[in-house]
């Protein structure tokens, strides 16, 4: 079955300090790979997505995310994080199942940023 | 504005009653979706539906019944037999077609309290 993983269920980190959360995943097909992020009394948004081409995808708020096919990995990357960057991180793919748009998602990763 | 409102936003129940939380999408989308999102376990799929007055069970729908009458709206219904139906309950749509990008759009959530 598909399943998504991801690594960190905690992270504390101080301001400016370099983040790197884990995602990994198991599925054989052509995948779509997402992270949402979902900020303290906010809903779920899209912080950046992956469907083809390079690897290496840029989203919102100085976010990338790297694919690595090899290792099954979509791993969540910012080089200094800020105190606005507090949330829960959720990892996701799109499976194509029986013709419908399957998104599995991990387990989230919450992040608290120390001024 | 386009989005995703659900209501109510929190709600408690009595242990053995049903309730029924409401989901409206202005964004035209086919697809929606319902999941729960516990702490740790992040979110999964109760019942998703493709079309109007077609829906289809998730990973754990158990307990859950859904009605899609309307291309708008697609309530979720969380009966006396659902085990442990305290939860945040979150909403979301998606295009329709295989293939697509798989990327949904979120409601602000249902927080339900089961005394």
């Known amino acids: 079955a598909q399943s998504v993983s991801q690594h960190n269920h905690h992270v504390i980190l101080s301001e400016a300090a370099s983040l790197e959360l884990g995602c990994n995943y198991s599925?054989?097909?052509?995948?779509?790979l997402f992270w949402y992020v979902q900020y303290p009394g906010q809903h779920l948004q899209l912080l950046l997505k992956y469907f083809s081409g390079d690897p290496l995808v840029k989203g919102i708020k100085g976010f990338e995310a790297e694919f690595i096919k090899s290792k099954f990995s979509f791993n969540l990357r910012k080089p200094s994080v800020q105190w606005s960057d507090t949330a829960e991180y959720f990892c996701a793919v799109n499976a194509l199942w029986g013709g419908y748009n399957k998104l599995i998602f991990g387990a989230g990763t919450r992040l608290a940023v120390h001024p | 504005d386009g989005g995703i409102t659900q209501s109510p936003k929190y709600l408690f129940r009595k242990e053995g009653q049903n309730v029924t939380l409401s989901c409206e999408q202005n964004l035209n989308h086919d697809a929606m979706y319902w999941y729960r999102q516990d702490p740790g376990q992040g979110l999964r799929l109760i019942y998703y539906?493709?079309?109007?007055?077609?829906?289809q069970k998730g990973d754990i729908a158990e307990g859950y019944s859904v009605s899609r009458e309307k291309k708008e709206s697609f309530p979720l219904t969380v009966t006396s037999a659902q085990k442990n139906p305290t939860a945040f309950y979150l909403c979301?749509?998606?295009?329709?077609?295989?293939?697509?990008?798989?990327?949904?759009?979120f409601g602000e959530g249902s927080r339900l309290t089961v005394l």
């Open positions: 979301a749509s998606s295009r329709r077609l295989a293939g697509d990008t798989g990327e949904l759009f």
């Open positions: 539906s493709q079309i109007v007055n077609d829906f």
């Open positions: 599925y054989g097909g052509t995948v779509n």
